[in-house]
């Protein structure tokens, strides 16, 4: 069982080149999230989609997009990379995005893919 | 608004000995509170929670945390560290009324587990 795949895991891009990161999940879980982790600042929220056909700004959302392919995808875009979208950015995938009750925050991560912008 | 800090950026102990990894937190109405642990190169993983009920919460790997609400904590404790337990731990929180299923992370903290 794969979990939450992410690919690429490391990519290296000039200033204003653009790329999407893919995440695919394999445990038919309705919502997906995608965070960025530096050091010192723990993980934030960039995008996240409550459930297919849905996406909404998290807390850092500038400079992003995102697309929820289906059930299983939700990939994240840089349309013109900056150096401080230097980062590790991590996919999550929950059973649910509901608001309360025991399956609350229980979030599953995929294993980073490394970006660096130069 | 919700929030969390970690007040200790690394905490060493020697194998054997207790663990405690502090954690505080804020947020409007009633916390949901997580710890989620990072091995090196890995995504993190969840270790426990706190929704309601029991204020001392076990989760994976023989590791607990207690809910304090008076001191608005939720430390991580194990009584015995091991070395594979050295790894970097986060805690978060999300305001039990807020839409969504979306944490506030803390900025984590490195445990290193010596023999």
């Known amino acids: 069982n794969a979990g939450v795949t992410q690919t690429p895991k490391f990519q290296v891009l000039k200033t204003g080149q653009s790329m999407t990161l893919q995440c695919a999940q394999d445990?038919?879980?309705?919502?997906m999230y995608w965070y960025r982790q530096d050091p010192g600042m723990g993980l934030r929220l960039i995008y996240y989609s409550a459930s297919e056909g849905t996406t909404d700004k998290g807390e850092v959302p500038n400079g992003y997009n995102v697309s929820r392919l289906n059930k299983r995808e939700f990939s994240l875009r840089l349309e013109s990379a900056a150096p401080s979208q230097t980062s590790v950015y991590f996919c999550?995938?929950?059973?649910?995005?509901?608001?309360?009750?025991?399956?609350?925050?229980?979030?599953?991560f995929g294993e980073g893919s490394r970006l660096t912008v130069l | 608004a919700q929030s969390v800090a970690q007040p200790e950026d690394q905490v060493n102990v020697a194998e054997g000995n207790p663990l405690t990894v502090k954690c505080t937190y804020s947020?409007?109405?009633?916390?949901?509170l997580f710890w989620y642990v990072q091995y090196p190169n890995r995504g993190l993983q969840f270790l426990l929670k706190?929704?309601?009920?029991?204020?001392l919460v076990k989760g994976s790997y023989g590791f607990e945390a207690e809910f304090n609400k008076s001191q608005t904590s939720f430390h991580l404790k194990k009584p015995s560290a091991l070395v594979s337990d050295s790894a970097l731990y986060f805690c978060a929180v999300r305001d039990s009324g807020a839409a969504g299923n979306k944490l506030t992370f803390g900025g984590g903290t490195r445990v290193l587990v010596k023999p």
């Open positions: 947020v409007s109405g009633n916390p949901y």
């Open positions: 999550a995938s929950s059973l649910t995005h509901a608001t309360s009750g025991s399956r609350s925050g229980e979030l599953f």
């Open positions: 445990m038919n879980h309705n919502s």
């Open positions: 706190y929704i309601t009920g029991d204020n």
